[in-house]
C-alpha cells in the first residue's frame, strides 16, 4: 500500500503570510487618498469635482453649451435616520461622545478665548506700529520674500463680493454668505446636522449633480458608474476625465461614510430615460445593482443626474468648493454653472449661479492615433491584437500610429532588418521581433505630434478669465505653439497680470491642466516652480511688492499629474516646463514694453500738469513779449487784438490751460490703449482751431518748457505753427479716433 506522503516542510502552514488578492475596487478603497479623498473635507470636494467634469465632458462631447446643476443637502442627524430607517437615540452617557467638551477641554478652551480678547484689544496699537516699520523697512526684493498664495489661503475677497452678489438667500436674511460663527459662538453641543470630527464639523451631505450632456446607454450604466477602471476615455484625446475612476470613487466613499447606493437617471437623445440605483461590490469590483429600469422620456431629455449621499465636512471645504466653482466658470466661460446649498439651518443656505459669459465653445477636441514616441513594448502587442492578424506590417505602422507616412513605414521596416518585410503580417511579429521594432521607434526621428487634435481654451477666454478674476490694471497673454511629451501632444497658455481687485503682493498662480483648476498642493506644481524662477527683476517686475497673477493652461492628450487625483504636474515633466517658462516670459516682455510706455506716459502726464502752474507767469511772458516787439509784419494784428480787447491775458491762460488739458487727456487715450480701455469712451480734443473767431486762424501748439522738475524760474515760451496733427504710428486706433472726428485741417 502507497501510503499518502506528508505535504512538504515548505507548504505547511507555519504561520507565514499568506497570498491574497485585492480588486481595483477595494484598492482603491483602501488608498482612497491617491484619488483625491484623503478625508471627508476632501471626498466632498472630490466628488463634485469628478461629477462636475463629468457633466461638462458629457456636454461638449455633444457638443451642447454645457448647463450644470449641483445641489448640495445638508441632511439633519433625523433626516438622514430616517432616510435608512433608524430611529432617533437619546444619548444616555454624554461624556463617551468626543463632540461633548470635558471640563479639561472648555477650560483650556477659555484661556485661548481670553487670550484671542486680550490681543484683540491691543491690535490697533500693533497694526499701526506694524505699518510704522514697514513704512521705514519696505521688504526687500529676493526671491525668499516671494509669496505664492498657499492652499491654505482663505477663499479671495472678490470671490465672496461675487458669491454675495449673486447669491439669492433661501432664508430670510441678507443677501450675504453665512460664514463660520466665531469660536465663542459655537455650540459645545452637536447641531442638528453635524458630528465634530477630527478635520471640522462633519455631516452627511446629498450631492446632486446634472447636466444636458450626451446621456449613457441603458445597458452600459452599472458598469459606467459601478465598476473600477471602466469607462469610455481611456483613448488618445484631450478630455477631463481619464482614468474611469472619480464617479466609482464617489460611490466607494458613500459605502464607506453612509452605505447607501447611488442614484442615476440618464438619457441619449431620443431614448427613454434610464434609472439606476446601484452599489458596488468592492471585492469582486461589479456593480450590485438594485434598480434597473426605463422610463418613458415624454420631454425629449437628454442629460444625467447623479445624486450620492456622502459624509463630508463642508463647513472646512465650503470655501474651496465655491472657489473651484468659480474657477470652472473662468476656464470654461461657455458653461453655465448653478449651485445651491441646502441646510437644515436655514441662515446658512443659499445658491450661486455662475453665469455663462460666451457662447463660443472651443472646437472639439479630436481622438488621434498614438506617436512613435509614446510607444512602448506592451503597447504595440495591445495595438497589434486589436487588429487582424494579416495586417501587413506597412499597414500596421501607417494606419496604427501617427506621424508615419508610407515612404517612411517602408524605409523604416528596411531598417529593421532582413527578417521584415513591408508585407509581412503581423500576426508574425514574435516577442523580439516587437522588442526590435519597439527599439528603432525610440530611436527613430519623428515629426512632432500635432497640436489640431486639443482644444486649448484660447488667449481670448484666458484673458476674460483674468480680466473677471482680478480686473487688473494690466495684462499681457501668450500662447506657445503645440510641443510633445512622450510622444503627447501638448499646448501651453499663459496670462500674467499686475494689480487687481484683493489681490495680495507677490505671485497668485492659477494653473489649468485640460481645464481642471489646481487646488491642492499648488507648491508642487510645474506652473509654481517655473513662476518663482522667472526673474521678474529683468522685466521690470518685483516679485515681492507687486501684485502678480500668473495663469496657466495646459492642454494635452495625456497630462502627466502626480496622482488620480489630478492635482498637481511635477516639474520633471521638461517639455512642458520649458513651454511653460517660455509663455509666461512671452507674457513679461509685453508687460515690460507696457510698463516702459506706461512711466513714460506718467512723466508726460505730470510734466503737463506741473506746467499749469506756470500758466500766469507764460501769459505775462507772451503778452509782454507782444508789448515789446516793435515789428509790424509780426505784431500789427496781435497788437490790435489786444487793443479792440480779443487777446487779453485770460484769453491766453484759458488757451495755454486748454491746451495742457488737451494733451493729458491724449495721454489718456494713450494710456487707455495700453491697458485695454475702450476707445470710444476717449474724448479727443483737437489742436486744431474750431471757429473762425478763435484766437488765431491756424492751429498753433504753445511749447512751454518747465526749467526743471520743482523749478522756480518761470518757464521758457515757444509758439510753433501746427501743420498736422502728430498721430503715433504704433497706435493706429488713434489715428482712427482722429480720422472719425475729422474736424482737423488740412493744412
Ligand atoms: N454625466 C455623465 N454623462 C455621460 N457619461 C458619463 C457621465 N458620468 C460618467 N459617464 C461615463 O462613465 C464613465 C466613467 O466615469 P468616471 O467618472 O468613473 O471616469 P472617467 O470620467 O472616465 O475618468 P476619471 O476617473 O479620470 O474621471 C465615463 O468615461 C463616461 O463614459
Known sequence: MVRKSAKPAAEADDGGPKLRFRSPAEFFAENKNIAGFDNPGKSLYTTIRELV????????????????????????????????????RERLDETLYKDVETGKERKKREAKEKREAKRKKNQPSENHQEAKKQKTNPPEDTDANMQVKAESQTQPDSLMEETQASASQMSSQPAELPSQPPPSEQPSQPSQATQKGSRGDVSTLRVFVSDNGIGMAHDDVPDMLGRVLAGTKYCVKQSRGKFGLGSKMALIWSKMSTSLPVDIRTAKAGCEITHCVLDIDISKNIPNVIVHEKLPNENNWRGTEIKVTIQGSWTTYRAKILQYMRQMAVITPY????????????????????????????????????????????????????????????????????????????????????????????????????????????????????????????????????????????VATHAESADAFEGHPFIVEAGVSLGGDNVRNG?????????????????????????????????????????????????????????????????????????????????????????????ELKSRQDRSRNLKRYIPDVANAIMKFFESVKSPTVSAEYVRQM?????????????????????????????????????????????????????????????????????????????????????????????????????????
Not at 68 to 78: F, K, N, Q, T
Not at 388 to 414: M, W
Not at 672 to 682: D, K, M, R, T
Open 507 to 599: 505671485l497668485s498662480i492659477y494653473r489649468f491642466a485640460n481645464r481642471i483648476p489646481l487646488l491642492f498642493e499648488q507648491g508642487n506644481d510645474i506652473v509654481t516652480k517655473t513662476a518663482q524662477d522667472i526673474p521678474w527683476g529683468q522685466y521690470k517686475i518685483s516679485a515681492n511688492t507687486d501684485r502678480i497673477g500668473v495663469f496657466c493652461s495646459i492642454v494635452s492628450t495625456k497630462i502627466p499629474f502626480k496622482g488620480t487625483g489630478k492635482e498637481y504636474i511635477g516639474d520633471d515633466s521638461l517639455t512642458i516646463k520649458q513651454s511653460v517658462r517660455k509663455a509666461i516670459q512671452s507674457c513679461c516682455a509685453q508687460l515690460k514694453t507696457k510698463l516702459a510706455r506706461r512711466a
Open 335 to 474: 458653461a453655465q454653472f448653478n449651485f445651491k446649498f441646502h441646510s437644515p439651518r436655514a441662515e446658512k443656505s443659499f445658491e450661486v449661479t455662475f453665469s455663462r459669459r460666451s457662447d463660443q465653445m472651443p472646437p472639439e477636441p479630436e481622438e488621434v492615433k498614438h506617436h512613435p514616441a509614446s510607444i512602448n513594448q506592451l503597447l504595440l502587442k495591445q495595438l497589434i491584437s486589436n487588429i487582424p492578424g494579416k495586417t501587413p506590417l506597412v499597414r500596421f505602422l501607417t494606419r496604427e500610429l501617427s506621424n508615419i507616412d508610407k515612404p517612411l513605414a517602408e524605409r523604416l521596416i528596411k531598417e529593421l532588418g532582413e527578417t521584415f518585410s513591408p508585407t509581412m503580417p503581423i500576426s508574425e511579429l514574435g516577442l523580439n521581433e516587437i522588442r526590435i521594432l519597439d527599439k528603432l521607434l525610440k530611436e527613430a526621428r519623428f515629426g512632432k505630434p500635432k497640436g489640431e487634435c486639443l482644444s486649448p481654451a484660447g488667449e481670448y477666454n484666458l484673458r476674460l478669465g483674468i480680466m473677471k478674476e482680478l480686473r487688473p490694471d494690466m
Open 53 to 88: 467634469e463629468n457633466g461638462l465632458d458629457a456636454a461638449e462631447s455633444v457638443p451642447v453649451l454645457p448647463m450644470i446643476d449641483v445641489v448640495v443637502d445638508e441632511l439633519s442627524i433625523s433626516e438622514f435616520n430616517k432616510m435608512v430607517g433608524i430611529n432617533d
Open 643 to 747: 487793443q479792440t480787447g480779443v487777446l487779453t491775458k485770460e484769453v491766453l491762460e484759458k488757451k495755454l490751460s486748454q491746451h495742457v488739458e488737451t494733451s493729458d487727456r491724449q495721454n489718456v487715450v494713450e494710456l487707455g490703449s495700453i491697458f485695454g480701455y475702450v476707445h470710444e469712451q476717449a474724448e479727443f480734443v483737437h489742436l486744431a482751431p474750431r471757429a473762425e473767431t478763435d484766437l488765431y486762424s491756424k492751429p498753433i501748439l504753445l511749447q512751454v518748457m518747465p526749467a526743471g522738475e520743482g523749478a522756480t524760474q518761470p518757464p521758457q515760451v515757444g509758439i510753433q505753427f501746427l501743420e498736422s496733427l502728430r498721430v503715433d504710428p504704433e497706435k493706429p486706433e488713434i489715428e482712427k479716433v482722429a480720422a472719425e472726428d475729422n474736424k482737423v485741417p488740412s493744412t
